[in-house]
């Protein structure tokens, strides 16, 4: 059973910087692609960043490009999210989740494991 459990969350500062990790285990994620959602109050879950397990290929939503960076450390099976000039508009719950290889499909949807997300919150 694939376990994901995110850590990190907080309140900061507008400009301030964030680093969020997720643990997964239950299995090993060698072929997997693991991502990042958050959602805001009120709005619907979006994509933030994906990452290829094996060779560690990202893609990143234009919104937190050149602000935010993901990693992975494969040994340990941990994925992280540094959040670096934080803007108010990233203030939401930040999701970790994975899913098995899926060829032809994009890298921001159909993830079929979630964690139980961590809150985020950027004050202006």
């Not at 400009?15 to 969020?20: A, K």
């Not at 050149?66 to 670096?84: C, E, H, I, P």
């Not at 032809?104 to 964690?115: C, N």
């Amino acid at each position: 059973q694939v376990q994901l459990v995110e850590s990190g969350g907080g309140l900061v500062q507008a400009g301030g910087s964030l680093r969020l990790s997720c643990a997964a285990s239950g299995r090993t994620f060698n072929r997997y692609t693991m991502a990042w959602f958050r959602q805001a109050p009120g709005k619907e879950r979006e994509f933030v960043v994906s990452i290829r397990w094996s060779d560690g290929d990202t893609y990143y939503a234009d919104s937190v490009k050149g602000r935010f960076t993901v990693s992975r450390d494969y040994a340990k099976s941990w994925l992280y999210l540094q959040m670096n000039s934080l803007k108010p508009e990233d203030t939401g719950v930040y999701y970790c989740a994975a899913r098995p290889p899926k060829p032809g499909i994009a890298p921001g949807i159909a993830y079929d494991y979630w964690g139980q997300g961590t809150q985020v919150t950027v004050s202006s």
